[in-house]
């Protein structure tokens, strides 16, 4: 221990949360899971949203929508701990894992709904050269927080 | 470089128009201890970092805040978009209002408006992540402060998300503090500023 300085423990490899329950959390490590009492007092929001859907397109839309966030919050929580643990090995396999599935599920929204990314238009219109679906054309913008 | 993913990070789904919530959460967009200043204080400071791993977690952090104030910009317009004049009024958005109609600009809650003077970029390793230790805290407490005073689940659920984030940045930060240390002085970690007098790091 030194004086004058701060000192912050490092994070051991731990206990992880499925990812539902990460991103309802904010993180993947159950060790840094750490609530306020005051946000614990009013009851979460009940699952209106998905029952508030009304197409079965709107339904499929918002799960797929989903499963994307939610893998992709296990992606950026656990780069965030490989850029301080490069050699966690555990860390590393589950990122190869979870950067597959995110690819995999990136190429499926494409296909069924619109693309995300310009990566995403490359892959879709190599498996579709005819295809005339372009980013911003078709669904709403993000910050509409409605589905299709 | 960067690459726009065409959705946010979390979802946000606010379906109550509430200007008096825009106006608290606001401050999260252009505020003191905001996202935007978060963003804006990571992706300066990444430049002189002596550690190669240090100026990439700023990166990776500095572009997940880009994500968070996305989704702030998300709330702030969802609880405003279907306002009439006599809602501004009364929950005394009329001022914003008479400024910016329902249009989404940098402002803290107490209306002063998104600078830069609210964030640093020392160049000393040291002094900056000492500085962001502290900027995640203060951004927690915001967001505490934020979930003691507004009920409404829809905004709760993103806000509670946005405050577990400062935690783990917090963590981060504070690791990336430890690595540095490791190439100091370990007798005395003020002998030289490890970002100007990189030469005499270990």
New interface residues.
Partial sequence: M?L????????NWGELYDQDEA?????V?KD?????F??EQ?????SS?MESLKSPEEKEFSEK??E??KI??VM??L???L????DEQEALTMLKDILKRRKQVMSEFASRF??????CMAELYEREPSSACY??QK?A??????YC | MW????????????TKTCPKTAQLIISQYGGPDGELSASMRYLSQRYTMPLK?VG??LT??GT?ELAHM?MI??MV??LTKNLTVEQAKEAGFDAYYIDHTTGIWPQAASAMPFTAKEFQSKGDA?TDL?EN?AAEQKARTV??NL??MI?D??V??P???????E?????????????T?EKLD?KN??FFNPEFDKKMMR
Avoid: N
């Fill in positions: 030194h004058a300085i701060t000192s912050v423990p490092v994070q991103l309802k959390t904010g993180t490590f840094l899971d750490l609530p306020f005051a946000a009013v009851p979460a929001a009940a949203v929508m989903l994307i966030q992709s919050f950026d929580d780069r965030l701990y850029d301080t643990h490069p619109y693309p995300l990314t310009m990566d980013c911003w669904g913008a993000p910050w509409e927080g409605v | 690459i726009y993913e065409k959705r946010l990070q979390y979802p946000v789904r606010i791993t990439g977690l990776d952090i997940e996305e910009c998300a317009y969802q040291v000492t230790l967001y505490d979930l003691r009920t689940p829809e709760r659920e806000l509670k998300f946005l405050r577990a984030r935690i783990v940045h917090f963590q981060r930060f504070g690791e990336a503090l430890e690595k240390k370990e970690y003020y």
